[in-house]
């Protein structure tokens, strides 16, 4: 009996430690950013919740039957059998001046040139996403060629949301010991994944936290906003701690919306009311699944949320690097080009790591159809 007690002690003390390990982030504790939760309409009850009621599966699916699709296995079209073909450039020889572009690296991983600035939306250069090295998703072969140390961590970095698809700790963690006797690490983010961050060493000081319609400049003439989206957010046993959120980005020249994940909903109609035309929208087009409608979009979803918002481009993203469905690897970026096209809606859809301009009048080679 005392024998099954210490293992069952060593179990509980091994998960404890486990957690507390850094890459699962921070709860927020700070008493002025729990003050600042607590005032967030957003915020009931301890956690962060959507505008509409938004469940994590069909109300018709229970946790047998959920978990039981879930850990089924995948079709092998999940992932392509060969490697992606893409673009390797010298990012830091890049100049920043000049119109708006664009670097997309697979999934939800880009870099916008601006302004004269260099803004990393979501970077995630390690692989697999997971707070382990033996468990997660892997990056598809030709994305993963690309790591923190092949970048300059930019002028800003914009976090969506804390999952691990769009927040890695190791590509933080690599800029911030790179930077530390040089240019700071600048963060922006939705209210409360700062304690992560803090926890991971960026300087309170570096980082702005947004509520859903809060907004800031960081840098003169480029106004940054908060906007809502459908989703959740949790890096560990507790969800919904920190906000999600897309950005709207707008300077003299240009009105761009960083969609970060999300269902569909109401949402993109009012963020387009508010805001008026988009010269380009991102927006996630992958990783959809009929067990979990309500947190990620259809490509024909992410057309017509496109249309709520006015989008003069659309700009799919959220594939093209990792299986985190069930669907087949390509399928999400031929539908969305299937549905735009019913839609006349231009889309951008460039090589991975390719720079592409998005106010030029250009087709772009359907580059996935002669991927196996």
Request: proline fraction near 7%; charged fraction near 20%; glycine fraction near 8%.
């Amino acid at each position: 009996m005392l024998l099954f007690l210490g293992f069952g002690i060593l179990i509980v003390l091994g998960i404890g430690w486990f957690i507390q390990q850094p890459v699962f982030g921070s709860f927020p504790q700070k008493q002025e950013r729990l003050d600042r939760m607590k005032r967030s309409k957003a915020y009931q009850n301890g956690v962060f919740n959507n505008l509409l009621p938004t469940p994590m599966r069909p109300e018709n699916v229970g946790n047998i039957e959920f978990f039981r699709k879930i850990f089924g296995g995948r079709s092998a079209t999940t992932r392509p059998q060969n490697s992606l073909p893409i673009v390797q450039q010298g990012i830091r020889e890049i100049p920043t001046s000049g119109p708006l572009r664009v670097i997309w690296f697979g999934h939800s991983s880009y870099l916008l040139l601006i302004e004269g600035k260099r803004i990393w939306v979501d970077p995630v250069f390690t692989s697999p996403i997971s707070p382990v090295s033996f468990f997660g998703a892997e990056s598809f072969k030709g994305p993963d060629i690309f790591t923190p140390q092949d970048f300059p961590s930019g002028d800003l970095i914009i976090i969506t949301h804390d999952h691990y698809d769009h927040l890695d700790y190791l590509t933080i963690k690599t800029w911030l010991n790179r930077e530390k006797s040089g240019k700071p690490l600048r963060i922006l983010t939705a209210l409360g994944v700062g304690e992560t961050l803090e926890r991971w060493g960026v300087p309170t000081e570096n980082i702005s936290e947004l509520d859903w319609w809060e907004h800031t400049e960081i840098f003169e003439g480029v106004k940054f906003t908060s906007v809502p989206a459908r989703h959740f957010s949790g890096r560990s046993y507790r969800r919904n701690i920190s906000l999600w959120s897309g950005f709207v980005l707008e300077t003299v020249n240009s009105r761009i919306l960083i969609g970060g994940d999300s269902g569909y909903g109401p949402h993109f109609k009012e963020i387009g009311q508010r805001f008026g035309v988009f010269d380009l929208v991102f927006l996630e087009c992958g990783q959809y699944s009929n067990l979990w409608p309500m947190i990620h979009m259809t490509p024909e979803e992410a057309v017509q949320a496109a249309r709520d918002l006015q989008a003069k481009h659309l700009f799919p993203v959220h594939w093209g690097k990792f299986s985190l469905a069930f669907h087949s690897w390509d399928e999400p970026i031929r539908r969305v080009v299937d549905a735009a096209a019913q839609q006349k809606l231009p889309l951008i859809t460039p090589r991975i790591g390719e720079m592409v301009t998005p106010g030029e009048n250009r087709e772009f080679e359907p580059w996935w159809e002669k991927v196996k």
